[in-house]
Each structure stands twice: as structure tokens, then as C-alpha cells.
């Protein structure tokens, strides 16, 4: 079985600033998918960014991007000029590429989040 | 327009009771899930439907039972609710084969008095 682990309970980053939020992840699988979602205070769960394993390329969506590195399993994402709305409870997840229907129902494993706290 | 909706988002019942959540997709989607959220905000993964088929059911008490009507609906039914099951539960959807991102609902936040 999979698992993801987010070894930061909380941290904290002045506004303006970057942030690095840090995720490994353990699979003896070769394709999977990766996410950073973000639940704010209204519990809703927004997703962040998305990486497919098989991409070398880093996935960037605006202010956020990730650092994924294959070999070492590891998946972090970078916040750039912190900004208040940033606010929130950060969980990294994984997806098997498609154990199931081929492909298609396949639930998230995720981590026990990161509580980002942005200091005025 | 709403995406993933749940009812109720607040749900507050005395142990032993049976309670239902609602869930609709208005986005197409092929398949469904059950998340439920602990106190420590650790999710898990319950249940997953693809086309009204389930698909994944990970180790939860047969007292939660998920009912898909349609492709669009997955309904939680809980039967003799016990204290342990106060969490939020969300509902999520997601385009099926290879297109993995899952789009979640704004949860329901369960209470067992």
C-alpha cells in the first residue's frame, strides 16, 4: 500500500515571502499521480497542482509550483510571494495510475497535511 | 454554479440513529467517492463508484451503506450511528479513465451526541 508523508505539522512564512512545503511518498508503482490540495478554513477542498510521474517537467500553476523528484519520491511544493488567501491546511496526495476500472476509481492517499500559517 | 454539492453540510444526531448525506455532480463525471475527515483532519478514502458500479471499499463498518441512483448521485447512508463516526465526510467526483483530478464537495460535518 501506498503512503504519504508530510513530515511539517505547521509552518509559518511572512507575506511577500516563499514557502516550501515538504511530501514523500512510498510505491513500488512506476506511474501514479501526485496533488497538492488546500483546505481553507471553509473546509472546502480546492486542488492545487497536479504531476504526472511519467512528466519530468515540474508542474507550475502561477504562484505555485512543485519540485518533484522521482528517485528520491519526494514531491514539495514552493509558494512564491505568500499571500494572505495562502492561508490554509496543505495536503499532498497520490493516485495509482488505475488499479481499478481501468483506471478510473482509483482513490487519493493522503498526507496529514501542513497547517500554513502567513504572518501580515 | 455548483460543481459537487452535498446536503446537509451539517448534520447533528444522537447515537443510534440512521442518517443519509446526499451528493450530486452536475459535471459528467464517470466516477464518485466517500471521504471521511477525522478529528485530526486525516482523510481516508471510504468508497469508490464508477458508473453506478462500486468500486473500492476500504475497510469500513457495514454500517455505511453507498447507494448510486445515477452517475450523477451517491448518496452515504449510516445505520445505528455511533460516536466514533462524528467526522466531516465529502463527496467527490472525478472524469474517470486517466483523467485523475478529483473535484471535492464542501463536506458534511457529522455530529453523533
Known amino acids: 500500500a501506498q503512503t504519504v508523508t508530510q513530515s511539517q505539522p505547521e509552518m509559518s512564512v511572512q507575506e511577500a515571502e516563499t514557502v516550501t512545503l515538504s511530501c514523500t511518498y512510498d510505491t513500488s508503482e512506476s506511474d501514479y499521480y501526485l496533488f497538492w490540495y488546500k483546505q481553507p478554513p471553509s473546509r472546502q477542498m480546492i486542488l492545487v497542482i497536479r504531476q504526472e510521474a511519467y512528466k519530468q517537467q515540474n508542474a507550475t500553476e502561477n504562484r505555485f509550483s512543485v519540485n518533484f523528484q522521482k528517485a528520491a519520491k519526494s514531491f514539495s511544493l514552493k509558494i512564491s510571494d505568500s499571500q494572505l488567501g495562502d492561508a490554509a491546511m496543505y495536503f499532498c496526495?497520490?493516485?495509482?495510475?488505475?488499479?481499478?476500472?481501468?483506471?478510473?476509481?482509483?482513490?487519493?492517499?493522503f498526507g496529514k497535511g501542513t497547517h500554513l500559517i502567513i504572518q501580515p | 454554479d455548483t460543481a459537487v454539492s452535498q446536503t446537509p453540510k451539517y448534520l447533528v444526531t444522537q447515537m443510534g440513529n440512521d442518517k443519509s448525506i446526499k451528493c450530486e455532480q452536475n459535471l459528467g463525471h464517470d466516477t464518485m467517492y466517500w471521504y471521511k475527515q477525522d478529528s485530526k483532519k486525516f482523510l481516508k478514502i471510504m468508497f469508490s463508484y464508477n458508473n453506478k458500479e462500486l468500486i473500492i471499499n476500504e475497510t469500513v463498518p457495514n454500517r455505511f451503506s453507498p447507494k448510486s441512483p445515477d452517475k450523477a448521485h451517491l448518496n452515504l447512508h449510516i445505520n445505528s450511528l455511533e460516536l466514533g463516526d462524528s467526522a466531516v465526510y465529502f463527496c467527490?467526483?472525478?472524469?474517470?479513465?486517466?483523467?485523475?483530478?478529483?473535484?471535492f464537495g464542501p463536506g458534511t460535518r457529522l455530529t453523533v451526541l
Open positions: 467527490a467526483s472525478s472524469p474517470g479513465l486517466r483523467r485523475p483530478t478529483q473535484y
Open positions: 496526495a497520490y493516485r495509482s495510475w488505475g488499479l481499478y476500472s481501468g483506471g478510473g476509481a482509483d482513490g487519493l492517499t
